[in-house]
């Protein structure tokens, strides 16, 4: 059964050479302005603002500004790098803010972004932060010494050297 390429050439009768040379010239030529690269300036804006939106999205939780609270809380940043500021100064009987700004999201595979503020010395005092949260927490040391926080829940727990802290309770 005879293609179509075949019934052409024969027709024709011309040599292997001309042939090739009909076949580049017949090669579809694009203009610029042509249909093809309308739809590839298309492509190239909605890669774009693909990328864009994807960076907005990820960059958001930490750009986002904090709402506001008690004006003379301490905040503490929680992240997998550890805790800053990572020494807390107070003062037994006077009541200490604790604002918590975890700002770490649930994408992570270890704790799922969740970080923790315990201090086993002082009547096992535990706050846990959700993922890109800021939590507030009050309490009023009692008795004065230099007693270690650490968070359990993220990157190897207590043994992670970064999750630790000091808070310096003065009388
Ligand atoms: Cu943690």
């Given at each position: 059964m005879p293609t179509s390429e075949k019934v052409r050439t024969t027709g024709k009768n011309v040599t292997r050479k001309e042939a090739r040379n009909e076949s580049l010239r017949r090669r579809p030529g694009r203009k610029p302005g042509s249909r093809l690269s309308g739809l590839r300036a298309a492509t190239f804006g909605l890669t774009v603002l693909v990328v864009l939106g994807t960076a907005a999205y990820f960059l958001w939780p930490a750009l986002k500004p904090l709402e506001e609270g008690n004006p003379g809380a301490v905040t503490v940043q929680l992240s997998m790098a550890g805790f800053a500021p990572f020494r807390i100064e107070a003062k037994t009987g006077e009541p200490l803010t604790l604002r918590f700004v975890n700002r770490d999201?649930?994408?992570?595979?270890?704790?799922?972004?969740w970080h923790q503020f315990a201090i086993d010395?002082?009547?096992?005092?535990d706050v846990k932060v959700p993922p890109q949260t800021t939590k507030e927490f009050t309490f009023t040391p009692g008795k004065a010494g230099e007693f270690e926080f650490y968070c359990?829940?993220?990157?190897?727990?207590?043994?992670?050297?970064?999750?630790v802290g000091t808070l310096a309770v003065r009388s």
């Open positions: 999201t649930q994408f992570h595979t270890d704790g799922g972004g010395e002082l009547d096992s005092l359990d829940v993220c990157c190897g727990g207590r043994e992670n050297p970064a999750m």
